[in-house]
């Protein structure tokens, strides 16, 4: 990080002038150091959502919105994502590097050797409802972890951090097999440590005690590749959750709960579940045929009809994972004979309409990752309300991640933003008997 000049503000209140230093990374924008702005004029930035506000240093992931352009650790996604499976990438997220051979063999080792969670953990899942939503259950389990691992608690010890991450990044699997296993009242299946990290997640989904279950090497190479591409993403709202939860001091597998709850929601890692749900409207209305009528509801400003699976905050262009995911589709369906599944022509129909209509070019909407993961995801097998706990499993690596980051920053501090207050201003309490 270099200081390459600096920042001018002048006021017309009378405040002093003050000069604020302008930082330069790597690669993408410049960022005005604002640390002295208001010991020096008494006032504070405003930028709800922070659409404008840079709020760490990172070198983990970079994003180029406007070319669709993804980094994990500087390396493109289109080229890890088909080189590479999903543990290397963690391997590459967490520490920085691709694994050599003997590295990589070594990780893959550690995180089997804890795919196992204790087996007080399945006595969380008889509180809830059978039909309780997998992200219900999610928060819970993740949450509960913090109450196993004494000896992996003190975010300050890098020792700790690191045991911890593996713990989570292991076991998130085993719990999200387990919250399904449990909607559907099937008995839990234990990790198979011969398995691959992927093939072990849908042993422990589809296998039963009653038969072997031979994992489908084309699915699961799909699905290792999803992943991939939900790994990490900067500083989107639940990794920010993560960073601003853990920045207390709090275990990191509260920090990693708090991550698990902010992505449920529907404008974040609950898109691809929701995105499902309207196609299934869609195809429920007449398909392809009322494609005009849905999108006519999408552009009307009194509904709140958004096209979901499309949009980013940062891409202003294509999501290249959205292509990714795009031919993933493609795949799966053509090894499954699916290949005319009218949910995925219904999903190109939308994208080719909604790509050439004024009211997404002018706002310059587009396919996210969540537009094609959910027919992926569906025609893998796995229930569409699973869809962001297995976005939670994969993002896992990339808030452990951005969470060591925070707490190895040497000018690391507990996160606490200000505010434009716009109240009442002081008043004093009445009576009772005086109050009108
Ligand atoms: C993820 O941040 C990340 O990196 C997230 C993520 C990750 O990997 O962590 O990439 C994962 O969350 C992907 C996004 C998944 N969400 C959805 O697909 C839900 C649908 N999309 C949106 O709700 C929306 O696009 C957001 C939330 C993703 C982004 O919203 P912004 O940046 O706050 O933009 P906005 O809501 O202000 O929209 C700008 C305009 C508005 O219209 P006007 O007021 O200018 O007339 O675009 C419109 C919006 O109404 N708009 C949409 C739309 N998304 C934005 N209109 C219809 N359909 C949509 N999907």
Redesign the pocket.
Known sequence: MSSPGKATVTFDDGTATVELPILKGSVGPDVIDIRKLYPQTGKFTYDP?F?STASCNSTITY?DGDKGELLYRGYPIEQLAVQCDFLEVCHLILYGELPNAAQKSEFNERVTRHTMVHEQMQFFLRGFRRDAHPMAVMTGLVGALSAFYPDSMNVNDAKQRDISAIRLIAKMPTLVAMAYKYTVGQPFMYPRNELSYTGNFMHMMFATPCEDYKVNDVLVRALDRIFIL?A????????STVRLCASSGTNPFAAIAAGVAC?WG???????E??LTMLGEIQAMGGMAKIGEFITR??D?NST???????????KNY?P?AKLMRETCHEVLNALGLQDDPLFELAMGLEKIALEDD??VQ?K?YP????YSGIVQKAIGIPVSLFTAI?ALA?TVGWVAQLNEMIADPEYKIGRPRQLFVGSPRRDVKPLAARA
């Open positions: 959502g659409l994003i939900h990490d993403h900067e500083q989107n709202a639940s990794t992505l529907p404008a974040h890692g609950g898109a691809n929701a995105c999408v552009k400003k009809v958004r096209l979901m699976g499309f949009g980013h905050r940062v891409y999501d994972r009211y997404f706002r909407l996210n990752v969540d537009f976005f993002r």
